[in-house]
């Protein structure tokens, strides 16, 4: 029958799209031995760094910053903060957001290079596809300073790394102390992720590393669809219909479990153990008032962007930096908060 | 389609493929249903539907203007943004301006009507087509969201938090403690477009203008104005949306509307509605717009990890669309 | 002796029953022209014949042995050749490729052999009497006669034994007509078989050996061309007799009904002027180019005027569509299927668009039920053959189409019609409907502006008559004591003279 091929059609496409889905999902990259990693003090900027760095970038030279995106309060902080830091310094600098798109970063690079950037702050949110526009910008004599994942350092640019394993074992970390502590070692937790980004499922699996390691007796249910608020809840609601019994939940990032809070608040749950990563201020204040939400990771976004500019400016000033430098990563919940004060 | 007589070859399989494409994705729908019905112990229960109709009430409300908007023979692509922007404007007005909530509500679907206005304007003054100007605006409004919030999340104090005043738009049950208030409200809106389609004259006007707009013109009907008038109709619904999106988050942030535009648009051609305009029938928009929520929720009761949820809900729609592509096949 | 039998054939499309139980012979070598109105059946019988259709019922023998094409190709191998009135040529090719589609000549290598493809093609078009083509050509560049040849010599060279010519000459001019018919009579004589569709009567009686007649899918006749004539053709085609072709003309009374004064449009009309009185066919001539369309579209409002004033029954009137309305002048575009009628909606609703105003209630709500009387009255006046008001209008035949385009003129209420080119790409038999319609129209008082290119209609119809020329009415005629040639000689621009008869 003529509707045979239609038929096939379909099966078709469904197989392609498998196949991509699959091939999207490999492991890229092999686990490589952790480099030296440098400090903040080594990145601490001198006054003749700082002339020599304004000279080589004269009037038309600048700083490109680019952002992953400005749409959570996480990157948009690192990306303002490295902005009003240069600024401050009296540094040419420019900003750009990639709105987690391959293309639009690529491009973003692309146009800062030909426009007479020396530096490039950049976020990687996928290391290998933004490959090549970096090799080019090296070749055009364009000093790299990246600030997401590890991935690039061949690429002789400087890494300040906020890494992902890092922050996910942490929160990972301190939700199972709280299972063993609070819990008796046993609970049904929920993992909040966010596939779309290959960084962050290094984080999802740090997580899962953690608590399997830590507390080894608490049964996880699954991972869920987070990253916005929209989904965390969304992801939230559904998951309580099939286990209804879920009193962990630790997140990527904050903004999904801030939406995962507001489905368990609907249902009437206030037993649960939250924790998430990137320390938005409204996470805090929910830290610190006591409530489900018990802990974040701060990747010091603030710090980080400053970070970047004196790392550029010692690039400009031909200074010797380490190739690889880890922002501090710290813990946050309601005992570390009160000890500040 | 009866009357057909005596035809040469297998007219059983000709009368099967006569249903499928009668009823289309609702097939697929039915089949998804009937299948999570047996595989979950917990699809089948009304405290699930219920969920699934909470979380299909903001794409199935703003879906109702994206269908009238493409029942004239145009699109807006602009609908997200004026979630994300009428939910900004709710959440600042009410957290950071002080605003009690129903003139913060008024400003919100006041921001929506005044973006459909000038989508409107621009697509019947200016004369650029309607996807180029949506997606203009679009951006636009995305800059307007995110200066206004500045990358960060509009929340309120806990414990005094103005926000929560509206939160019985997304918590609250009515009619004995039992429907969930987003559902009333979106089964009420479509009710509504329902009836506005097919018993105002507006209605007829819409259906006319993007039936054949040259024929309308020199029918006496105002094509501009009733232009005009769809695109704010889609971008005040759109405000509403923004508005409950903020009872339901409880925060409001200017990216909040961006994951919505997909699974509005492809509510509106999934429930047949002909993309040349002209033809589309508004409950089948919402009964996609079911649909493709409850693909989501049941992928995640069925527990397919979430690597694999892109592929399953990918084969799902293009089987949806297929069995919708029969229906246009000559038979 | 029959080359082609067909009986009983049938076949039906939902709600409608195209063909119903034909039976008739084609003779072999002749010319076996096939007539009919718009859905008389003549379409899905070519169909059927091409193999792009399947039949429902009935058989048919092609030489003796039966023939049932499932598909375009297995009547191309067959033998039987359809030329449509579009064509299926590719004009970024030459003739020669397009002649020899799927029949290229090859080398023994294999490749193709542009040299032999070449000679084959100019046998064939000096068979065709246009050997002043070169093969070489490209078909984008032909004359539509010339491609016309072309889709004949596909046809040659498929060894078509039966050639059937859907409307071949309405894309055509006098002198490619003459030559087409040659070839058909030159072809003819060598042994090949046309069955000739074409709405043209005249033509039918220049070329054709045998004439069938179809109506609403059934046969009615088929005759040799010495026992019919052109009016017993039409009689069977419409079936009914024909009495006068012109209804008699009433007076027209003396008041004005609508005043125009020094009307123009940008680069189109210039100082128009005339008054138009109740009861009166006004008629308006000229060349293609000499605005009067655009005269029509700007007293309705589709063109905007720039100058002068309009009154109707002495009141103010600016056009634009809406205010026509309001003010009770109708139009009928010239266009009547792309501009007349919307498709898919259904007959009630087309008829009410126009005139919504009138079923709207203060609220915004549509009072169907006086939709539906509305509809109901307009069904019933204009004899729109419809099963139900509910049915799609794209369901219907091109002349109920047509029906209820004019409904949504006349439910209105209109004072004053506004027809552009109404009888153009209408039936014989419906021609003469329109022609009764207008005629009542005047009859109640109403007034029609009557916008043609057929000279003959005009002077039979109207009273009076405007010539217009380069955007200006150069002449008002009485068309009791003008003639065509005067009416030309004004459209065309040759100095007249005087005009006292």
């Known amino acids: 029958m003529k509707h045979l091929k239609l038929l096939v059609s379909i099966l078709l496409i469904a197989l392609l799209s498998m196949a991509s889905m699959v091939a999207m999902a490999q492991d890229d990259g092999d686990e490589e031995e952790p480099p030296e990693l440098g400090t903040a003090e080594d990145l601490e900027v001198t006054e003749e760094e700082l002339e020599a760095a304004l000279e080589a970038l004269g009037e038309d030279g600048f700083i490109g910053v680019v952002a992953c995106t400005y749409s959570t309060e996480y990157h948009s902080t690192v990306a303002e903060s490295a902005e009003a830091y240069a600024t401050e310094k009296g540094l040419n600098v420019r900003t750009f957001d990639s709105e987690i798109n391959v293309e639009t970063q690529i491009s973003g690079i692309e146009n800062f290079v030909s426009d007479g950037a020396q530096v490039i702050v950049v976020c990687l949110f996928d290391p290998p596809s933004v490959q090549s526009a970096l090799e080019e910008a090296a070749e055009a004599g364009v000093m790299i300073v990246q600030y997401a994942g590890r991935d690039m350092a061949d690429l002789g640019g400087v890494t300040i790394s906020v890494e992902d394993a890092d922050m996910g074992y942490a929160a990972g ?169 | 389609m009866t009357g057909l007589s005596t035809t040469m070859s297998g007219s059983g399989q000709r009368r099967i493929m006569h249903s499928l494409a009668e009823y289309g994705f609702v097939v697929m729908f039915f ?127 806990r414990g005094n938090d103005p926000i929560d005043k509206i939160e019985f738009l997304s918590r609250n049950r009515v009619l004995g403690d039992w429907v969930p208030v987003p559902v009333i409200i979106l089964f009420a809106c479509y009710i509504i477009a329902f009836i506005v389609l097919r018993y105002t004259a507006y209605g007829a006007r819409v259906y006319a203008v993007g039936n054949n707009e040259r024929a309308a013109w020199l029918s006496g009907i105002k094509v501009d104005r009733i232009r005009i008038a769809t695109f704010v109709v889609a971008g005040a619904l759109a405000g509403f949306a923004g508005i409950m999106q903020v009872a339901r988050q409880g925060t409001a942030t200017a990216g909040m509307g961006a994951d919505f535009l997909f699974p509005i648009l492809t509510a509106v051609v999934l429930g047949g509605a002909s993309l040349r305009g002209g033809r589309g029938k508004v409950f089948s928009t919402l009964v996609a717009a079911i649909f493709l929520t409850s693909i989501n929720n049941g992928m995640v009761l069925l527990g397919i990890d979430i690597y694999t949820q892109n592929i399953v809900s990918g084969v799902i729609l293009v089987v949806a669309l297929s069995m919708d592509r029969l229906r246009t096949l000559r038979l | 002796m029959s080359f082609v039998t067909i009986e009983h054939l049938s076949k039906a499309y939902p709600g409608v029953q195209a063909l119903a139980g034909v039976s008739f012979e084609i003779q072999r070598g002749q010319v076996h022209a096939l007539v009919g ?231 189109l009309l210039h100082d128009i002027s005339f008054t138009l009185h109740r009861g009166e066919v006004l008629a308006v001539a000229g060349l293609s180019g000499s605005g009067k369309t655009e005269l029509g579209k700007a007293l309705f409002g589709d063109l905007r005027t720039s100058q002068g004033t309009i009154t109707v029954d002495g009141r103010p009137y600016r056009p634009a569509p809406w205010k026509a309305i309001a003010n009770r002048v109708g139009y009928l575009p010239e266009d009547r299927k792309a501009e007349g009628i919307f498709q898919e909606l259904s007959v009630r609703r087309n008829i009410s668009l126009a005139v919504l105003p009138a079923i709207t209630n203060r609220l915004g709500f549509l009072n169907l039920k006086r939709e539906r009387e509305l509809a109901t009255q307009q069904i019933d006046s204009l004899a729109i053959k419809t099963p139900t008001m509910e049915q799609q209008v794209l369901n219907l035949s091109g002349g109920n189409q047509q029906k209820v385009a004019l409904a949504r003129c006349l439910v209105i209420d209109p004072e004053i019609l506004v027809f552009v080119e109404p009888t153009q790409g209408i039936d014989v038999g419906v021609k003469f409907e329109v022609y009764q319609f207008i005629a009542d129209q005047v009859a109640r008082g109403r007034a029609v502006l009557l916008i043609s290119s057929e000279i003959p209609e005009l002077l039979g119809l109207s009273h009076r008559v405007l010539v217009m020329r380069d955007g200006r009415i150069v002449a008002t005629l009485e068309t009791a004591t003008t003639s065509q040639e005067e009416i030309l000689r004004h459209a065309v621009g040759v100095a007249t003279q005087s005009q006292t008869s």
Do not use: C
């Open chain 1, 173 to 341: 970390q301190y939700a199972a102390e709280l299972i063993n502590e609070e819990l008796e070692g046993e609970a049904q937790v929920a993992i909040l992720d966010y596939p779309d980004i290959a960084n962050v499922v290094i984080r999802a699996d740090a997580i899962r590393a953690a608590i399997e390691e830590i507390a080894p007796d608490a049964e996880i249910v699954g991972n869920y669809l987070g990253g916005t608020a929209d989904n965390g809840l969304t992801s939230m609601e559904t998951a309580l219909i099939e286990h209804p019994d879920i009193n962990v939940v630790v997140s990527i990032n904050d903004a999904g479990a801030l939406g995962a809070l507001q489905a368990l608040e609907n249902a009437g749950r206030d037993d649960v153990i939250i924790v998430g990563i990137d320390a938005e201020q409204q996470a805090i204040d929910l830290i610190a008032e006591d409530t489900m939400y018990k802990g974040t990771v701060d990747t010091a976004p603030a710090r980080t962007g400053e970070m970047t500019i004196d790392a550029a400016v010692k690039l400009l000033a031909q200074a010797e930096i380490p190739q690889n430098i880890a922002v501090p990563v710290n813990l946050i919940t309601a005992e570390t908060l009160a000890a500040e004060e």
């Open chain 2, 31 to 157: 089949l998804w249903a009937v299948y999570l019905t047996l595989a979950t112990d917990n699809f089948a229960t009304t405290d699930n539907i219920f969920t699934i109709l909470r979380q299909a009430a903001i794409i199935g409300i703003t879906a109702i203007g994206a269908h009238f908007v493409i029942l004239m023979g145009d699109m807006d692509l602009s609908a997200a943004a004026v979630i994300s922007l009428s939910g900004v404007v709710m959440g600042e007005a009410m957290v950071n301006q002080g605003f009690a909530p129903i003139p913060a509500a008024l400003a919100a679907l006041v921001v929506g009507a005044l973006v459909g206005l000038a989508n409107g304007l621009i697509v019947t003054q200016l004369r650029i087509n309607a996807i180029i100007t949506t997606l203009g605006t679009s951006s636009i409004l995305s800059g307007i969201a995110f200066t206004i919030t500045q990358g960060k999340t509009i929340y309120g104090e």
């Open chain 3, 37 to 267: 109105e718009n859905g008389a059946g003549k379409s899905t019988l070519i169909n059927i014949l091409a193999g792009a259709v399947r039949r429902d019922a009935g058989n048919i023998t092609l030489d003796g042995q039966p023939y049932n094409p499932q598909t375009p190709r297995d009547a191309l191998q067959s033998g039987v050749t359809t030329i449509y009135q579009l064509f299926n040529l590719l004009p970024d090719r030459s003739i020669a490729h397009n002649m020899l589609l799927g029949r290229e000549i090859r080398s023994s290598l294999g490749l193709l052999d542009l040299g032999a493809m070449e000679a084959e093609t100019a046998r064939i078009l000096q068979r065709l009497q246009a050997g002043h083509l070169s093969p070489r050509q490209p078909v984008g560049s032909l004359k539509v006669g010339e491609k016309q040849i072309v889709e004949i010599g596909k046809a040659l060279v498929n060894d078509s034994r039966l050639l059937i010519l859907d409307e071949p000459t309405s894309a055509l001019n006098r002198v490619e007509t003459e030559a087409l018919f040659d070839i058909i009579l030159s072809l003819k004589a060598q042994g090949v078989t046309f069955l000739y569709v074409s709405h043209r009567l005249n033509e039918i009686f220049q070329l054709a050996d045998t004439v069938t007649v179809l109506r609403d899918g059934a046969h009615i006749s088929t005759n040799p061309l010495a026992s019919v004539t052109y009016d017993s053709l039409v009689e069977d085609m419409i079936g009914r007799k024909l009495s006068s072709v012109y209804p008699q003309r009433g007076t027209p009374a003396q008041d004005v009904v609508m005043d125009v004064k020094g009307i123009a449009v940008k680069g």
